[in-house]
Nanobody, 124 residues
Framework: QVQLVESGGGLVQAGDSLRLSCAAS????????IGWFRQAPGKERDFLAG????????LYTDSVKGRFTVSRDVAKNTVYLQMNSLKPEDTAVYYC?????????????????WGQGTQVTVSS
């Protein structure tokens, strides 16, 4: 069992930065990959980035490469998503999720545990 709690969302202006946090807990958290997703109103939930707990495997979707950076702090059991140069189209609810390290990182169905989400709104 894995519990995930996101934080760090908010209202920002275009061009600003935000750092989202995903605090993870669970006895075997080191056996999981943590992924970041987002869902805009009326749209599907999309994969953004993922990282395994050792940090040796990181994946980004093309649309956020160069703007978003995923990282983790093992001591704090926390995964971060640093988002720079935010655009209005980045407005969405952002979720972190956990998948077994044996599952494909970029596939939503790999993820068994989800946080409650945090709203990010980017004004123009």
């Amino acid at each position: 069992q894995v519990q995930l709690v996101e934080s760090g969302g908010g209202l920002v202006q275009a061009g600003d930065s935000l750092r989202l946090s995903c605090a993870a807990s669970g006895r075997t958290i080191s056996l999981y990959t943590i992924g970041w997703f987002r869902q805009a109103p009326g749209k599907e939930r999309d994969f953004l980035a993922g990282i395994n707990w050792s940090g040796g495997n990181i994946l980004y979707t093309d649309s956020v490469k160069g703007r978003f950076t995923v990282s983790r702090d093992v001591a704090k059991n926390t995964v971060y998503l640093q988002m720079n140069s935010l655009k209005p189209e980045d407005t969405a609810v952002y979720y972190c999720a956990a998948a077994s390290i044996f599952q494909p990182m970029g596939v939503m169905t790999s993820y068994s545990y989800w946080g409650q989400g945090t709203q990010v709104t980017v004004s123009s």
